[in-house]
């Protein structure tokens, strides 16, 4: 099976999650794609969707599911996203497509997340995939000089600006051994807006294309 048909099956297995009557809040990327082509086949059961971005909110609308606010939702009980990478204990990078922030506040907001991937994004451990963080602008550089002094290697996404304004710096050659404790450092940088690690608050269930990872 292909890389794409993977991403289907766990967009498509995804649905076995959703009930009637839920908002589900809706990541972004090419996986969540697919489950919102599946989503759509049973809009009339759901009563909508929270958007975790721009191009998610632009394919949730031109498949007529309507597009709830988070702040009127409230908690949800169901968040499915995809991931960069993702290691055993269900820790992830995200980020890839530059959707972190808004990603991480929904995952926050929710009971269960539910993550969907191919099985290329499983890995032993976190860092082979640059780790985003959206930056303030005017923090790039002083953010990227912290990162230096941490054994990083930063480099801005040059030309993409973030749904928020902001910037994305991709950082290599961290080899994360301690997931939780570096989400935490890096919070702690004036200037960082959110960091792609998803480890203080991990995905619940992870789909590898349709197999529920153990
Ligand atoms: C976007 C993300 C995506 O979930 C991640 O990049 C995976 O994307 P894809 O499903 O296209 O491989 O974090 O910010």
Known sequence: MSQDEQKRSAGRAAMRYV??????????????AHF???????????????????QS??????????????NAA???????????ECDDRKYLIKG?????????IIAAASKTFLCIIDPAKRVS???RFPLPIEVIPMARSQVARAIVKIGGQPVWRDGVVTDNGN???????????????????LNQIAGVVTVGLFAQ????????????MP
């Not at 009930?19 to 969540?32: A, N, P």
């Not at 909110?57 to 988070?70: Q, S």
């Not at 890839?96 to 991480?104: N, P, S």
Request: charged share 30%; aromatic share 2%.
């Open 19 to 32: 009930e009637d009557g839920m908002i589900v809040g809706v990541g972004t990327g090419s996986t969540v």
């Open 36 to 54: 919102i082509d599946a989503l759509a086949e049973r809009k009339h059961c759901i009563e909508g969707a929270v958007s975790s971005s721009e």
């Open 57 to 70: 909110t632009r394919l949730l609308k031109e498949r007529d599911i309507p597009v709830l606010d988070l």
């Open 74 to 84: 409230g908690e949800l009980a169901l968040y499915v996203d995809g991931a960069d």
């Open 96 to 104: 890839g497509g530059g959707a972190l922030t808004r990603e991480k």
């Open 125 to 127: 451990t976190l860092g």
């Open 167 to 185: 910037w994305i710096l991709d950082v290599h050659g961290l080899r994360i051994a301690d997931p939780v404790g570096l989400e935490r450092d």
């Open 201 to 212: 608050r991990p995905a619940d269930i992870v789909l590898i294309g349709e197999q529920v």
